[in-house]
């Protein structure tokens, strides 16, 4: 079946994406700026609210898909990345994307991330990253600071931050970029690239929780944001992103290190739905198949 | 019975103790006789002992019988392993001289020593063809059609050219060259009569069920290797290919399920199959298709657990884990078969059972079934009934909003697919009101919990879960499932040819529970019986929960099946209890 995902005539405005249902998210919250984000790259791409699917897991940021007027699909935690990808090799036609937290992505989701963007399944992965698990009131998470207090470490973590970005290159998705959820408008820029990127495309949007988080505020990182697109023209150049990636976590040992936001990686590959259609027709796959003569394959 | 026959063939896995078993299956299937295989082999991959059994029959084959009438030994652990089965009147054939054991006396046994390897080696040079050698000497001492065996030789060899097709023709007649000319025949045992060829297909277990799903319509396999489940993804994925479906291989069970559980969404039909480690695994996404009513079919080829366990042997210890598996309540359907044509038609009712109901269906199969062959007869495609789910079409009426839970009197509701205009919702893990929205208030829980079991309520009416053999009112009625059903149906033929009153109920459906064909089947029997291969009787802990029988249990948990004669010696016993009013 062939659906028209994006299409210019489609011309709903950012509002128009939103459901009904009003967000139960606290006040000042950076999940709803991510929101709006998506609507505007979903306004401005014209996408089709009928032939787009938002997945998410569990945790505050991922009820965005139950705010918005698409298909959409609130799993279990930690597994919207197999549920998206079954979908999209089941239906490589629609629009998939992918809304969920650090704690969700990073820890116990950690294990399918390596093999969607291995892959290059054609997915957009949106995390938004308040760098705590929200949901289940402040516990650390995989990208809290070292020496955060956590309801289960008052003494302060002992673990280390990682990185989701030079995680992503390594692991080789084809669309590695960082957003920041104080600046809407460029974050929505980031989101429709994703969006447009034919592969696995991954941001990671620092997402401020003003409930549970109280170092890793807007006000902190403000000052902190800077864009990378100026010095870094060339986005195929992996070592370059690398460094450029390696520099996120900087500015939690040293107060004058700033935080980049942008794209810092993409090429283009083939992506696997792509490769899965070419085995399709290289094994002459058809949708009114000879079930007759498929059995008699198996004759006596 | 009249001219059943049963070889086992016995040696060391790689010896070609499997493929030898399978030539001579296929070679029965085109004479046109009955046949059924059993075979049972270790979890190494190089080595340890490995069986091959074929049973042949003029008469439909119920079961893998209960020993051989004819043993093949490749190597002395084969014949050590075996010969306590050495009665009187049995055959065996074994390697020598030059093999690597020499048989005790066994008074009664008819013995033909054939010089396997020595032939292999000295005459045809190539030990590999040992097989094939002691494939001939059969083939001659008990008459099988030497065209039909060199026809499935040739084609399974063709692929690698004449050449080899010659080698191994090569080594069947010097197999029976040496029959002929050093052995007499002995022993009564003879190749049923053939009959015209059949119009039949040769499936093994899991192959019944890959072809099952593709006929259910199937277009989205994702899986993690696991034994003995793997081979059911390994038919499927060129297959899947040609009707234009894809077999995924996913980084673990968990992501596996999840594959499918976004396929089910995104409205194509899906299945994953695994055993008892990976069932385990997808505990939590079943009851995430379950909350969000999405149909979804997961094979559980049952091995000896726990843990780890035996993973190439037999056992039905996983029906509670079916059943029961998964947090909350979770209304699923548990079906299981018992041989190799009902795995094919089985998948298919799972199919239409979890399209129908909007719920995950778990298909019960095990080690055994899964590389039990048959020869079935070929399915007939336009009379199979598919069934599909019911998809909202859509509505552009103003003020129309598609509820996607919809309240209804069976407790379906329609399905909305992405791609359709109208039908857009959002799914939730989270309880969830008509329209799919999150809510957690009394009323629309206690509603909500309702709709979902009223869909498998009435089930047990609905779909005819069970079939039923035997006398009215017989004296001994026996419940089974599974696999088991194979052998207890043969057991109860043996029983009735004896004159005694038994009957047998075989339910498909294990959950929800047949429970009023399980009440009137044991009000018409004295006493009820249920053997199952594992330790705590679950199938009979079932019955004793929901309904008022008592049933006694019978158990095997040695990772092999049942045999019909054991069935046979626990029914006389508790027959002749019965008659002594004990
Ligand atoms: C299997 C499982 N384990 C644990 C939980 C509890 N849980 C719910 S949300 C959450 C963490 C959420 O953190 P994050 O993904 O960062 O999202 P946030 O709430 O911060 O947006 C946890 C541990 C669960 N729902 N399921
Ligand atoms: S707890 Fe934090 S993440 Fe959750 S809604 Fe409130 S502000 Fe947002």
């Given at each position: 079946m062939e659906l028209t995902v994006l299409n210019n005539n489609v011309q709903l405005k950012p509002k128009e994406y939103r459901s009904t249902i009003e967000p139960t998210w606290c006040p000042g919250c950076g999940d709803f700026a991510v929101t709006a984000a998506i609507c505007n790259a979903f306004s401005s791409l014209g996408v089709n609210p009928d032939n787009a699917v938002l997945v998410s897991g569990i945790g505050c940021s991922s009820r965005l898909p139950l705010w918005?007027?698409?298909?959409?699909?609130?799993?279990?935690?930690?597994?919207?990345?197999?549920?998206?990808?079954?979908?999209?090799?089941?239906?490589?036609?629609?629009?998939?994307?992918?809304?969920?937290?650090?704690?969700?992505?990073?820890?116990?989701?950690?294990?399918?991330?390596?093999?969607?963007?291995?892959?290059?399944?054609?997915?957009?992965?949106?995390?938004?990253?308040?760098?705590?698990?929200?949901?289940?009131?402040?516990?650390?998470?995989?990208?809290?600071?070292?020496?955060?207090?956590?309801?289960?470490?008052?003494?302060?973590?002992?673990?280390?931050?990682?990185?989701?970005?030079?995680?992503?290159?390594?692991?080789?998705?084809?669309?590695?970029?960082?957003?920041?959820?104080?600046?809407?408008?460029?974050?929505?820029?980031?989101?429709?690239?994703?969006?447009?990127?034919?592969?696995?495309?991954?941001?990671?949007?620092?997402?401020?929780?003003?409930?549970?988080?109280?170092?890793?505020?807007?006000?902190?990182?403000?000052?902190?944001?800077?864009?990378?697109?100026?010095?870094?023209?060339?986005?195929?150049?992996?070592?370059?992103?690398?460094?450029?990636?390696?520099?996120?976590?900087?500015?939690?040992?040293?107060?004058?290190?700033?935080?980049?936001?942008?794209?810092?990686?993409?090429?283009?590959?083939?992506?696997?739905?792509?490769?899965v259609a070419v085995l399709k027709v290289k094994y002459k796959g058809t949708d009114t198949p000879d079930l007759k003569a498929i059995y008699n394959r198996f004759r006596a | 019975m009249p001219n059943d026959l049963i070889i086992r063939i016995a040696g060391e896995g790689g010896e070609g103790v499997i493929s030898s078993g399978d030539f001579l299956m296929q070679a029965a299937a085109r004479l046109g006789v009955e046949v059924v295989t059993f075979k049972t082999f270790p979890s190494e991959i190089k080595g340890g002992y490995a069986l091959s059994q074929v049973r042949v029959s003029e008469e439909p084959i119920l079961s893998q019988g209960d020993s051989f009438n004819i043993l093949v030994a490749f190597n002395g652990e084969a014949y050590a392993v075996n010969k306590k089965s050495l009665t009187p009147g049995t055959v065996l054939v074994y390697d020598y001289p030059g093999g690597d054991f020499e048989p005790e006396e066994h008074p009664g046994v008819h013995k033909y020593p054939v010089p396997m390897s020595k032939i292999a080696k000295d005459v045809l040079t190539?030990?590999?063809?040992?097989?094939?050698?002691?494939?001939?000497?059969?083939?001659?001492?008990?008459?099988?059609?030497?065209?039909?065996?060199?026809?499935?030789?040739?084609?399974?060899?063709?692929?690698?050219?004449?050449?080899?097709?010659?080698?191994?023709?090569?080594?069947?007649?010097?197999?029976?060259?040496?029959?002929?000319?050093?052995?007499?025949?002995?022993?009564?045992?003879?190749?049923?009569?053939?009959?015209?060829?059949?119009?039949?297909?040769?499936?093994?277990?899991?192959?019944?069920?890959?072809?099952?799903?593709?006929?259910?319509?199937?277009?989205?396999?994702?899986?993690?290797?696991?034994?003995?489940?793997?081979?059911?993804?390994?038919?499927?994925?060129?297959?899947?290919?040609?009707?234009?479906?894809?077999?995924?291989?996913?980084?673990?069970?968990?992501?596996?399920?999840?594959?499918?559980?976004?396929?089910?969404?995104?409205?194509?039909?899906?299945?994953?199959?695994?055993?008892?480690?990976?069932?385990?695994?997808?505990?939590?996404?079943?009851?995430?298709?379950?909350?969000?009513?999405?149909?979804?079919?997961?094979?559980?080829?049952?091995?000896?657990?726990?843990?780890?366990?035996?993973?190439?042997?037999?056992?039905?210890?996983?029906?509670?884990?079916?059943?029961?598996?998964?947090?909350?309540?979770?209304?699923?359907?548990?079906?299981?078969?018992?041989?190799?044509?009902?795995?094919?038609?089985?998948?298919?009712?799972?199919?239409?059972?979890?399209?129908?109901?909007?719920?995950?269906?778990?298909?019960?199969?095990?080690?055994?079934?899964?590389?039990?062959?048959?020869?079935?007869?070929?399915?007939?495609?336009?009379?199979?009934?598919?069934?599909?789910?019911?998809?909202?079409?859509?509505?552009?009426?103003?003020?129309?909003?598609?509820?996607?839970?919809?309240?209804?009197?069976?407790?379906?509701?329609?399905?909305?697919?992405?791609?359709?205009?109208?039908?857009?919702?959002?799914a939730t893990g989270l309880e969830h009101s008509e329209d799919s929205g999150p809510r957690t208030n009394p009323e629309t829980r206690t509603m909500m919990t309702e709709k979902r079991w009223r869909k498998i309520a009435n089930l047990e009416n609905e779909w005819k879960p069970v079939e039923r053999e035997g006398d009215s009112d017989a004296d001994v009625g026996i419940i089974s499932w599974g696999l088991t059903q194979s052998v207890v149906k043969e057991a109860v033929q043996r029983l009735r040819a004896k004159g005694l009153k038994v009957a047998a109920l075989y339910p498909k459906m294990l959950w929800p529970l047949p429970v009023k064909a399980i009440e009137s089947f044991s009000a018409s029997v004295n006493k009820v019986l249920v053997p199952e291969a594992n330790y705590q009787g679950q199938l009979a802990e079932l019955i004793s929960a929901k309904t008022s029988v008592k049933p006694v249990k019978f158990n095997v948990f040695r990772g092999e099946p049942f045999i019909p004669a054991e069935i046979v010696k626990k029914v006389e016993e508790l027959y002749e209890l019965e008659k002594a009013g004990v």
């Open positions: 918005m007027r698409s298909f959409g699909f609130h799993s279990c935690h930690g597994r919207a990345v197999p549920v998206a990808v079954g979908m999209k090799l089941s239906r490589p036609e629609l629009l998939i994307a992918i809304t969920i937290g650090d704690g969700d992505a990073y820890s116990i989701g950690g294990g399918h991330l390596p093999h969607a963007a291995r892959r290059n399944i054609d997915l957009t992965l949106i995390v938004m990253d308040n760098q705590i698990y929200a949901l289940t009131k402040k516990q650390v998470s995989p990208t809290s600071r070292e020496g955060m207090k956590g309801s289960l470490t008052p003494f302060g973590t002992l673990d280390s931050p990682m990185n989701p970005l030079t995680l992503m290159l390594t692991y080789g998705a084809t669309f590695v970029a960082q957003a920041f959820a104080g600046n809407p408008k460029v974050t929505g820029d980031i989101i429709k690239q994703a969006i447009e990127h034919k592969g696995f495309s991954f941001i990671n949007i620092i997402s401020p929780c003003p409930t549970f988080n109280t170092i890793d505020t807007f006000e902190y990182y403000r000052p902190r944001i800077y864009s990378i697109e100026d010095l870094h023209a060339d986005k195929t150049d992996r070592i370059n992103a690398y460094e450029l990636a390696e520099s996120s976590l900087d500015h939690t040992k040293n107060p004058e290190a700033k935080v980049p936001v942008g794209v810092f990686y993409k090429v283009d590959k083939p992506t696997y739905d792509s490769k | 190539s030990y590999i063809s040992k097989n094939m050698v002691a494939l001939g000497a059969v083939a001659e001492l008990f008459g099988i059609g030497m065209e039909s065996l060199k026809s499935s030789i040739h084609d399974k060899f063709i692929k690698k050219g004449m050449e080899m097709v010659e080698t191994n023709y090569k080594a069947i007649d010097a197999g029976a060259d040496y029959v002929r000319k050093n052995l007499k025949k002995t022993d009564p045992f003879m190749f049923p009569t053939t009959r015209p060829r059949k119009d039949t297909i040769i499936l093994e277990g899991n192959q019944a069920v890959a072809l099952g799903a593709l006929t259910a319509g199937c277009r989205f396999f994702s899986c993690y290797p696991i034994t003995p489940a793997t081979s059911i993804a390994n038919y499927l994925t060129e297959l899947m290919l040609q009707v234009n479906g894809y077999v995924y291989q996913a980084e673990d069970e968990i992501a596996s399920i999840g594959n499918c559980v976004g396929a089910s969404f995104a409205g194509v039909k899906t299945m994953t199959a695994t055993s008892g480690p990976g069932l385990d695994l997808m505990s939590e996404l079943i009851g995430l298709a379950v909350m969000a009513e999405l149909p979804l079919v997961i094979v559980d080829v049952q091995r000896g657990g726990p843990s780890t366990g035996m993973p190439t042997k037999h056992d039905q210890s996983d029906l509670f884990a079916a059943c029961f598996g998964s947090h909350g309540d979770t209304p699923k359907i548990v079906l299981a078969s018992s041989d190799v044509e009902e795995n094919f038609y089985m998948t298919i009712e799972a199919f239409n059972l979890a399209e129908q109901y909007q719920t995950p269906v778990i298909l019960l199969t095990d080690a055994s079934l899964a590389i039990r062959v048959e020869a079935i007869p070929t399915p007939d495609p336009s009379k199979i009934k598919i069934v599909n789910r019911t998809v909202y079409q859509g509505s552009i009426e103003e003020g129309e909003k598609f509820q996607r839970y919809k309240v209804t009197e069976s407790g379906v509701s329609p399905i909305g697919v992405p791609g359709t205009f109208g039908a857009a919702y959002a």
